[in-house]
């Protein structure tokens, strides 16, 4: 019934429809559950602060905020050595907007993820306010997240697992896409999916970490 749903949404939009054979991420039988709260909080905040360290936040500034939280051992050594060195793709961490825009859908700050439009606008008064010295503890007593029901954030899976593959398709053909997003957001949104969703059942692994997400199939 959700890959129905799936299919009817990427007609709506216009997209390149997978082939039938194309596998859903689950299997019969699997149990869901999403990361817990914590741990949804701490990714978006680190995110956050990447992000502010990849528009001008000095790096010093950045990993000083992390270690006040207790996140710095929640942060990969990819954002580390960005924050620390200045090392890394800075187009790639920029891009990661989109993901922080999912996993605010995840924790309900974001009401909405339209497969067609950016996610992350107004995202900024949802996450700690930098500029102003707040900290992740105050941000959390500010906001009061509420973590989606895990059925509806696999439907979400789901459909982004298929957008990822309509969108790429519908570039290598050259085909007018739906809004103002490209493969790029929507990959963003499927990695942060995909590191939030967890399945249980004898053909999944371990749950991997935020940089261990396999989005090439």
């Known amino acids: 019934m959700i890959r129905v749903s799936t299919i009817a949404e990427l ?76 090392e890394g793709d800075l187009r790639s961490f920029a891009l990661h907007t989109e993901a922080l825009a999912a996993l605010g859908w995840l924790l309900s700050v974001v009401r909405r993820l339209d497969p067609a439009a950016p996610g992350a606008e107004n995202i900024a008064s949802l996450l700690p ?36 593959w309509s969108y790429l398709r519908a570039e290598e053909l050259h085909l007018a896409l739906p809004g103002y997003i490209d493969s790029n957001a929507i990959g963003q949104r499927r990695w942060a999916l995909e590191w939030a969703v967890l399945f249980h059942g004898p053909f999944h692994d371990d749950p991997a970490g935020w940089e261990e997400v396999d989005l090439s199939t």
């Not at 006040?68 to 929640?74: E, H, I, P, S, V």
């Not at 989606?148 to 954030?153: M, Q």
């Open 11 to 86: 007609e709506r939009l216009g997209l390149p429809v997978p082939p039938s054979s194309y596998p859903l991420v689950w299997e019969p039988g699997d149990e869901v559950e999403l990361r817990s709260r914590l741990e949804l909080e701490a990714r978006c905040a680190i995110i956050n602060i990447v992000l502010a360290c990849a528009f001008g936040m000095p790096g010093r500034d950045a990993l000083a905020w992390l270690d006040d939280a207790g996140l710095t051992g929640q942060a990969t050594p990819p954002e580390l050595s960005f924050l620390a060195e200045g």
């Open 129 to 164: 306010n930098l500029p102003a010295g707040e900290g992740f503890r105050s941000w959390q007593a500010r906001v009061l997240t509420a973590p989606r029901d895990p059925r509806d954030a696999a439907a979400a899976l789901d459909l982004y697992y298929c957008l990822d």
